[in-house]
């Protein structure tokens, strides 16, 4: 009878929690709590990208300097665009142009951030659902795990492998142009002025609609895939080859 007293009064009066400080904290003190604590989470803070100087700074960056509600404001995609060149950078738009960020979007004021990703009630990713999948902080790219909570492996898997051929035959494109400069630079028909400038038009190439595929495709965007990212990359490619020709041309006509 006494034990199933005592069963009945801890069910009705559970064991609390710990009851946690409310804040508010400055950076150094949360991690002298949390590497007792959660060691392994402060490790990957430290050696990932959100602890370079031109990134996230520290804790309270992204979770605020209160315990309540941290883990939620940290989940919230407003806090990761406003570190990542806010609404019209291309690492935003590419997502929020997706199908996931478009139902993200309409649906997240319904999503319930306190929970923990691995059980959160998401139709759609979010940034935090998808680089910080595993739980931890190191910010990485996605898994495929992350993937198979939604889509069955063959269709993930058939889209990573369309996402790899893609990205190849991106690459392929800034090698051609890439060769096309450097043989015209060994047969000395360029001067160093026109390398520059050609130079400039390859760095503009990688860093504009390249990088458009890559960001398309890891988010799968069709806008940043197709029309940011390859047909982009048919038009610069054919704008270098077009320059060379030219200068060629000139050249001819300079000796005649």
């Known amino acids: 009878m006494r034990v199933l007293l005592l069963l009945v009064l801890f069910i009705a009066y559970p064991i609390q929690a710990e009851t946690l ?4 904290f400055p950076t150094a003190e949360c991690l002298d709590c949390h590497q007792e604590k959660t060691p392994d ?23 605020g300097d209160l315990h309540a509600g941290a ?5 919230r995609p407003q806090t990761c665009i406003g570190c990542h060149g806010g609404p019209n950078a291309p690492a935003v738009r590419s997502y929020s142009t997706s199908k996931h960020g478009v139902i993200a979007t309409i649906e997240g004021d319904q999503y319930d951030l306190s929970k923990r990703l691995a059980d959160a ?12 999948y595993d739980g931890g902080h190191g910010a990485a790219m996605t898994t495929i795990d992350a993937c198979y909570d939604c ?15 893609g990205i190849d035959v991106g690459l392929l494109k800034v090698q051609e142009a890439e060769e096309a400069v450097a043989d015209w630079r060994r047969q000395g028909k360029l001067t160093a002025q026109e390398g520059k400038e050609l130079d400039a038009l390859l760095r503009t190439m990688r ?19 197709w029309w940011f990212g390859q047909a982009a990359l048919d038009g610069a490619l054919l704008r270098i080859k077009a320059r060379l020709s030219r200068i060629i041309r000139e050249k001819a006509l300079k000796e005649r």
Not at 41 to 63: D, Y
Not at 121 to 132: D, K, Q, T, W
Not at 212 to 218: E, I, K, Q, V, Y
């Open 41 to 63: 989470i402060v490790e990957a803070w430290r050696t990932g990208p959100h602890r370079t100087p031109v990134a996230a700074t520290g804790c309270v960056t992204c979770h």
């Open 207 to 225: 860093d504009g609609p390249l990088t458009s595929l890559r960001l398309g495709t890891a988010h799968q965007s069709p806008d940043y895939q």
């Open 121 to 132: 009630n998401y139709r759609a990713p979010s940034c935090a659902y998808c680089h910080f």
């Open 21 to 24: 400080p409310p804040g508010p």
């Open 71 to 75: 883990a939620a404001r940290a989940r």
């Open 151 to 165: 889509h069955s492996p063959r269709y993930a898997n058939t889209l990573f492998e369309a996402g790899r051929r």
